[in-house]
Structures are given as structure tokens and as C-alpha cells.
């Protein structure tokens, strides 16, 4: 598989390792009255679907980003290369 | 149909005529005390020993393709009990035990062949957490003993002893480990199934789940509505979709797992060996072909192929750790979807419904499992309560903090 960098253009697959599910970007607020099933839930259970997947890779072996690349997972087809951080800001995150 | 050997020798000069299908193909009734969804190896064994050890007849397996058109037809058919924990020791012993009296328990040839299974060590600190484990399997009543070096050269002169980065320093060997023919133990336990009353449904997809005020009372299927007093889901690798149409979300992803096979060679492998430096893990066929894998790709994947890096991955494992292998010529790869959950053991047990039951979770070690988790599956279903050796299969494990991590690596599933 070719991701397609944002900042680096495509490099191979190899060089990154993964995490999971992007949702794991999402982390729950420590402060709420069900913090404790919401991180179970967080660190735990997966939607694991069939077909597209936003995923979390990490560039080990390169400029070392996080990346969310949304990814077929039933064709390994790339159709979105994202900076985690972009992401992160996206969704209400300071960083 | 009974078969023998003299069975065998008659059909011979007879020209072979007399050899009927082993299974029915009926059409589904509008209803069954059980309904098996998953026609694999679990589910098969799972409607085997429900008809024959707790005499739940009134039963249907359920698949969307033929039987075993899943993982028992793509697994590399080691069969072992070597586990560390007492959560998972035991229950792997119960297969073990199972798999030592299939063949004449289902009559049936399943090729297993105890020819033990070698992990080998490479280092001090190595050689002592296999003789930790050695011990943790004697005391459950595993059979283990920890080979040196000079012991296992005799087994084995072929391996790279010398490596300069990886010397082999010896092995922990579980003399009854093994090999079976993958398909024949799907068809063994497919033929006994049914010859005691149970229908074999293929071509027959589960789209939804009937469930009414917390009770499941049935399956949507491309044949129709199937009523059932218990549902007993058993799909490893897509465990996610299936329990998704019951509303529920699992601690599974799913992930491929490359296999290879080289063509035929003369008998070199006495027995399964394991590289214990990286992750290789080879025996030989029947056939001759030297079966092997290694690592999961490692990203979520529903495709049964994977990518070269990891063919690259595994070929170096097998390289540093017998370079004989380097002569061999690959035949044929492959990729099988396996279900790995967030500590590495897998799941049997009931759901928040009353009457839908999941067995799953079981990341690379099905194949071996496959008779002990339908024995167990069959007790949960038929009483209610687990077996013994699969109480803490519970799918509430990451709540209750009793998880089953073998290797420690805490809730990241395509480490385990």
C-alpha cells in the first residue's frame, strides 16, 4: 500500500505503523458523570467496519506525524490522507 | 454410513461406486431449538456435540457460503496446548484431549498427528520464561520439556544454530502438539452433525436478528425468516458485522494473517517449530509442502490477501532461522480474516439478549481450538451456564478486569 502524505507525497506502507481507529482521536472528558464506561468504551470496543475506516498511522520511519488516511477495508484502496493534527484541531482539540 | 478399512478395500474392487454424499442439503424449517449462524469449523463442532453429548437435536448451521469456506480452510493446521495462563491452560488441554479421540470419536480422518510443537529460545532470559511456562503447563497437566542446545540439534541439525544475531540456544517442546488436516476435521464434524438430525444450511445469509423486548426469537436469512428458541452466533473474523445487526459493539478487530506453503519436498520438519527471535512458525504437510506464517499485516483488513512487506517479514524469519528454507520455491500465499480481540483470548459466552450467544475473539489460535470451544459452546448453549474450562471467556472480561492477555501487551490487537 502507497499513502500518500500530505507533506511528503507517497511513501510505502512499511514505513509507518498503526494504531487503529481514528476515534481514538476522541478521547472522553475525564470530568463527566460516566467517565469511567466512556474510557472503557474508548480504549476497548470498535466499530470495525467493512468498507471505509478512518485510521490512525504513525510515519515511524520518516518525518514521524501522526496521520488519519481513511482507508477501504475490504479493497486496502486509500481514498484521504489527513494530518492527525488538522484532524485533532478540527474536532475541538487544542492540539 | 460407517467407514473401515474393509469398507474402504471393497469400494476398491468395486470401482469406487458405492460412495455417497456424507451430508443432506435440506431446506430450512421455520423453526429450531438452536440455530448455529457460522458454518465453519466451531460451528460445526458447536452442532456436533450439542447432538451428541447434550442431546440437542432440533438443530440448524447456518452459512452464508459452503462449510468451511472460512478460516478452517485457511489456517496452518497446528494443533497445541502450550498456553501460560490458567484461564486459557485448560481449556486448550480439553482440545488437546478432544483432538487425541476425534478420529474414532466422529469416525472420521482428520490426519492428526501429534508430532510436537518447538518454541525455540534464544537467549538466557528466553530459555528462562519458556521454563516458566513449561512449568506453568506441567502443573495443568500439559506435557513440556525444555530442550538444550544439543538436544534439539539432534531433532534438528538443519536450524541456524551459529546466527550471529539470534544464536538458537535450545527449545520448549510439547511432545503432543501437532498437525491435522484442516478441511477433513470442518467435514468430520459436518457429516457426524448431521447424521444425527442436524441441518446443514449453506448459501443461507444471516441479514438481521429478530429481538423483541431483550429476547431474540430468530434470524432474517436470504431463505427466510428461521425462528429459534437460542441463537448461537460462531463467525470468527467477522464477528464485528454479524453482532452489529444486534445492535452491539465488540473489543474485536479484524485483521488478515498471511499463510504460505512451498511446493512438495522430502520429510526434512519433523514437527512444528517456532522462531522465538521474531515470528515465524513452520511444520510440513503430509504432501511435503513446508506450510508457514508469520505476523498479521497489521492494519484492520476484510480482504484475505495481504501485502509484501509482510511476505518479506516472514521469509526473513524463516531465513534467519533455518536458511535450508532458502531452497524451496513458495507455491502458494494466502490471507485469512481473523477476529483479534483487545487482549489476544477469545470470547465464549451469552449477550446483553436473552437467547443470542457469541463465540469469537479467537485471533490466530482457532484452528487448534476448534473442538474444546464448540464442546464448551454446546454445554453454555444446552445449560445455560459456562463450561468450566471457558468461565473466564466472558465478553465482560475488559469491564471486570479479568483479562486474558498471554503475552501482556495490553489492549492493542494486532500485537497479540
Known sequence: ?95 | MRYSGLKVFLEGLTGNRGWKPVWRDPDPKQEYDVVIVGGGGHGLSTAYYLAKEFGVRNVAVLDKGWLGSGNIGRNTTIIRSNYLLPGNAHFYELSMKLWEGLEQDFNYNAMVSQRSVINLYHSDSQRDAYARRGNAMRLAGVDADLLDRKQLRRICPFLDFENARFPIQGGLRQKRGGTARHDAVAWGYARGADSRGVDLIQNCEVTGFRISDGVCTGVETTRGLIGAQKVAVCVAGSSSRVMALAGMRLPIESHVLQAFVTEGLKPVIPGVLTYGAGHFYVSQSDKGGLVFGGDLDGYNSYAQRGNLPTVENVCEGGMAMMPVIGRARLLRSWGGVMDMSMDGSPFIDKTGVEGLYFNGGWCYGGFKATPASGYCYAHLIARDEPHPTAAQMRLDRSISGRMLDETGRGPQPNLH
Not at chain 1, 17 to 24: E, I, K, M, P
Not at chain 1, 38 to 61: A, I, K, S, T
Request: net charge negative; hydrophobic share 35%; aromatic share 8%.
Open chain 1, 1 to 95: 500500500m502507497i499513502i500518500n502524505h500530505p507533506l511528503l507525497g507517497p511513501r510505502d506502507a512499511s514505513e509507518f505503523t498503526y494504531l487503529g481507529d481514528a476515534s481514538l482521536i476522541d478521547r472522553p472528558d475525564p470530568e463527566a458523570d460516566d467517565a469511567a464506561k466512556q474510557f472503557h468504551d474508548y480504549v476497548y470496543l470498535r466499530d470495525n467496519p467493512v468498507g471505509e475506516h478512518r485510521e490512525l498511522w504513525f510515519h515511524e520511519h520518516g518525518d514521524r506525524s501522526w496521520l488519519v488516511v481513511t482507508r477501504n477495508t475490504l479493497t486496502h484502496e486509500i481514498t484521504r490522507v489527513e494530518l492527525a493534527k488538522d484532524v485533532a484541531i478540527a474536532r475541538g482539540r487544542r492540539r
